[in-house]
């Protein structure tokens, strides 16, 4: 992948973090079929709107239950996608690359907002080129012992959801 540069970060970052509270991971309400799970973080991937104006969105959250993606407003129910470790670094390896050097001090100054197995961290921010109408969200991967890598979020949402179906359906 390309270095991503050409202007200034747009705005915050384009997710929240932190702790959300009481949540149920892939489930529209609570009952025996869906246990409650505390999710202590999540970053938003993906948000778009479906042809009849509904909104439909894609995080990764971490829970009690481990990693997942959770896909919400995509079918007539949410749906989680428990993830094997190192999905989400593989990902980063593959697709990500390096920031240009005009967005390094903007990638290295971002707040982390979700922490993964091996204490990497992930990050968001909207960039929108001068050239472009249209600010995209990107996400920052930062491993511990490594240069920070940037991708698409929406390209890393479509690429976990890959995984995430692939491993489901071998795990029955």
Same mark, same amino acid.
């Given at each position: 992948?390309? &270095? *991503?540069?050409?202007a200034a970060a747009v705005?915050? &970052?384009?997710s929240?973090?932190?702790?959300?509270?009481?949540? %149920?991971s892939g489930c529209s309400g609570r009952s025996a079929a869906c246990p409650e799970v505390r999710v202590t973080e999540r970053i938003l991937l993906l948000e778009t709107h479906q042809a009849d104006g509904k909104p439909a969105r894609a995080w990764l959250e971490q829970? &009690?239950?481990g990693l997942g993606l *959770?896909? @919400?407003?995509?079918? &007539?129910? !949410?749906?989680?996608?428990?993830? %094997?470790?190192g999905s989400v670094q593989r990902v980063m390896l593959r697709y990500g690359g390096p920031p240009s050097e005009e967005l390094v001090s903007t990638v290295l100054e971002l707040a !982390?907002?979700? +922490?993964? @197995?091996?204490?990497? +961290?992930l990050a968001s921010f909207r960039f929108r080129p001068r050239y472009d109408v249209i600010a995209k969200d990107y996400l920052v991967w930062r491993p511990r012992d490594a240069a920070p890598r940037?991708?698409?979020? %929406?390209s890393v949402a479509a690429a976990l959801t890959h995984l995430g179906r692939a491993a489901r359906a071998l795990a029955r």
């Open positions: 992948a390309a &270095a *991503v540069g050409g705005g915050g &970052a384009a929240g973090g932190g702790d959300w509270g009481w949540q %149920v829970s &009690a239950a *959770v896909r @919400e407003g995509f079918g &007539a129910e !949410p749906e989680f996608l428990p993830l %094997v470790l !982390p907002e979700l +922490t993964l @197995e091996d204490q990497s +961290t940037l991708e698409l979020a %929406v």
